[in-house]
């Protein structure tokens, strides 16, 4: 699933869902993830469920699975080449105002 055009919930859910994909795949039950993770059964089951968590618990529950790699690029800022700082800056001028005549 792309996130491009999800909601926000759509978001949610589908980390959640693959989140509960990457346990599963471990032979993890949620109850032994939540105390290798030092959250709370309910925490886990939130997460899964509807993608509700805090930030804290979605590092726990990436670090616990072995998947903290798949955080690294996250928000990384990207190096642009000068032709695509160009484009973008010409993108980003304003028009010409209009003379009201």
Do not use: H
């Amino acid at each position: 699933m792309s996130f491009i055009l999800s909601s926000l919930s759509e978001i949610l859910q589908s980390l959640g869902r693959r989140l509960r994909e990457q346990r599963l795949a471990q032979g993890l039950p949620q109850r032994e993830l939540a105390e290798k993770a030092g959250l709370s059964l309910g925490a886990v089951r939130n997460l899964e469920r509807n993608g509700a968590c805090s930030l804290e618990t979605l590092v726990r529950v990436a670090q616990t699975l072995g998947l903290i790699t798949e955080l690294d690029e996250l928000f990384r800022l990207k190096t642009l080449s000068i032709a695509q700082m160009e484009k973008n800056t010409q993108a980003r001028q304003r028009a010409p105002r209009r003379s009201a005549s």
